[in-house]
């Protein structure tokens, strides 16, 4: 039986196509419902201030659910690195150096707390949701203690070179975080899509036992991933200090949710296996600019959770539609108009050619 | 036995034996597999097929005896999935041998990647060679299917179909074929059939387990029978009809042989 072929087909070809999609559509109402608001340059370059934190613990959080696995501990890793930059700095008399040690020692914090959750999962077998689930009680707990509860205000920071690098403001108005999670991004699409780490990470999400008979080290693999996501979301508390000049002992708190929303609106699938990079990246900005676009919109307040419940909702089906081929169930439906379809038809090409002799 | 003898041999395994703690799961093996010999190995389950198919393809090591490939002894402390793959040993699941929502080009060469020093994957040629497997040793034509295909796209017969393609790229000198048509349809058992024939008309060695007596006298060689973690019977083809091999082995599956024993 032939496959239909679906007009709207190639789309799956393209990664992240279908969410950058949602997200131009999503500022065209804006900018038809909030137009103030949105058609100055002012708010967009808002948004590239406020959503690469995010942004990027989604990016490593991608690469996770990719290999099946959750990690619920990136929050505390974003609060534990900024303590350990702000600490370093301040206790050494805001030298220009400490800086560097202090980010350093952040990312290397990070790593420590994404190497204990990797040893957990691989060699000890506590599933990861598990595992991470206690480990953001953990990190918290340590940073608030570390911390005497109390935040670390690091204003001299920000005539630091570091701070110039990292979240500064290129030609005077564009942050340069926007730039950094943008390269990371472009990084993580080729560990994921183009080396045998990533190649790794996909199969053993796929189907863990024929990675293993096929000679991956699934267990080498899955810390890895884990120290490597610890390191990701340590970068991201960094940005996070680096831009708002302070440490506070619940900072990250609030990335939880997002964080998820971002990955599976971009169109990575909790069952594993496949991850899409450039979907997280576009969706981090359809998360991120939501709450302030509704609101730019002036309807009542009450209704922003409903409406990005809806557009996450639609994004999320949108993406799975996709993924499972069914964009052609939708598009034949909506030419046959409700008369059923025959089943087979969309089946595909099970009836492959085998040349037996 | 001397050194030239072995020589002969895809396979060789000499008193090989295995202990889950106190169970004996293999008694004393002593089988070898010639270089273009297609072994059907037949046993009902317990029997011992899939511990010998693990200690061979490196899962887990044998409590002792020796274990020869291509008459060089190997290093059982050592060997692994990935030793196995280097010596030349490669099997064939019945359903995991790939990654079902991964496209083909990158099942076709999981595990030893064709990389740059820095891990990076050389898709273009990775791509090139798989697209060459596909069609010259596996000959899939047409309809669609490329090495950019998804694996969920295949049918149980052509998926095995990639894995034995996947196996003879690799200059395997023993592939094992590991109930390879356990939930096909009768069609697709076919198709297995015939790729399992490519194994033997490549030149190269090959154990097939399966539960299908049919199948398994069509294909094979010589017929290794085992019973309780031991090898009962070793029977040529040319010695015995399909219709013998069935009713030796329903003996088997009743106990009749044990009562004529004892």
Not at chain 1, 37 to 62: D, E, H, K, N
Not at chain 1, 160 to 165: A, D, G, K, Q
Not at chain 2, 64 to 77: H, N
Not at chain 2, 212 to 223: G, L, M, N, P
Request: net charge neutral; with cysteine; glycine share 10%.
């Amino acid at each position: 039986m032939k496959q239909k072929r679906s007009p709207l087909a190639f789309l799956r070809r393209i990664e992240g196509l279908p969410v950058a999609a949602v997200l131009v559509v999503l500022y065209a109402i804006f900018i038809i419902t909030a137009p103030t608001v949105f058609s100055g340059y002012r708010i967009y370059m808002s948004f590239l201030q406020t959503v690469p934190p995010v942004l990027v613990c989604a990016l490593g959080l991608t690469l996770v659910v990719t290999a099946g696995e959750m990690d619920l501990s990136f929050p505390a890793v974003v609060a534990l690195s900024g303590f350990i930059f702000a600490w370093v700095f301040k206790t050494s008399n805001n030298a220009p150096w400490a800086t560097w040690a202090g980010f350093a020692l952040a990312l290397a914090g990070g790593a420590l707390v994404g190497y204990i959750n990797g040893i957990l999962v691989a060699k000890v077998h506590v599933p990861s949701i598990m595992a991470t689930l206690a480990a953001q009680f953990f990190w918290y707990g340590v940073t608030v203690l570390l911390a005497n509860g109390l935040q670390l205000n690091i204003k001299e920071v920000q005539d630091t070179l570091i701070h110039t690098i990292f979240v500064g403001r290129i030609g005077g108005f564009v942050p340069a975080q926007a730039l950094w999670s943008l390269a990371l991004a472009v990084f993580l699409w080729f560990i994921l899509n183009r080396h045998k780490f990533g190649e790794a990470v996909m199969f053993i999400g796929d189907n863990a036992e024929v990675a293993r008979v096929m000679g991956i080290n699934v267990e080498a693999t899955r810390i890895r991933l884990f120290t490597l996501m610890g390191v990701i979301a340590a970068f991201a508390g960094l940005l996070l200090t680096l831009e708002i000049n302070v440490f506070y002992p619940t900072q990250g708190g609030g990335f939880m949710l997002p964080t998820m929303a971002t990955v599976f609106v971009g169109g990575t699938s909790i069952a594993g296996g496949l991850g899409s990079i450039f979907g997280t990246f576009f969706g981090a900005y359809i998360i991120g600019s939501l709450e302030a676009g509704i609101v730019a919109t002036t309807i009542s307040g009450y209704w922003v959770q409903l409406v990005e419940g809806v557009v996450m909702g639609a994004s999320m089906v949108l993406n799975v539609a996709i993924s499972e081929g069914r964009i052609g169930v939708i598009t034949n439906r909506l030419r046959h108009w409700g008369v059923p379809i025959h089943s087979n038809a969309l089946d595909g090409v099970s009836e492959g050619d085998v040349a037996s002799k | 036995m001397d050194e030239v003898a072995v020589e002969h041999y895809a396979l060789r395994m000499v008193n090989i034996e295995k202990y889950f703690g106190l169970v004996c799961a293999l008694k004393k093996i002593n089988l070898d597999v010639g270089r273009n010999e297609v072994i059907g190995l037949i046993g009902d389950n317990g029997a011992g097929k899939s511990t010998m198919v693990k200690i061979l393809t490196g899962v887990f090591p044998p409590t002792s005896g020796e274990l020869y490939i291509a008459g060089q002894k190997v290093d059982l402390r050592t060997y692994n999935v990935k030793r196995a793959h280097e010596h030349g040993i490669e099997t064939v699941y019945q359903d995991r041998s790939l990654g079902e929502k991964q496209v083909l080009w990158r099942n076709f060469f999981i595990g030893r990647e064709i990389t740059n020093r820095f891990g990076f994957i050389n898709v273009k040629k990775e791509k090139a060679i798989a697209s060459e497997i596909m069609v010259n040793t596996i000959g899939f034509r047409g309809k669609g299917i490329t090495v950019d295909s998804s694996v969920k796209l295949l049918s149980g017969g052509e998926r095995q179909g990639v894995a034995i393609g996947r196996a003879m790229h690799f200059e395997a000198e023993l592939i094992i074929l590991d109930e390879p048509t356990v939930a096909l349809s009768l069609k697709e058992v076919r198709k297995v059939i015939n790729f399992a024939h490519q194994i033997k008309d490549g030149g190269k060695a090959c154990i097939y387990i399966s539960h299908d007596i049919q199948d398994v006298y069509e294909i094979s060689d010589r017929f290794v029978i085992m019973d309780r973690g031991e090898i009962v019977a070793s029977i040529v083809k040319k010695d015995i009809s399909l219709k013998a091999l069935d009713e030796f082995l329903l003996e088997y599956s009743h106990g009749l042989r044990d009562k004529a024993e004892s």
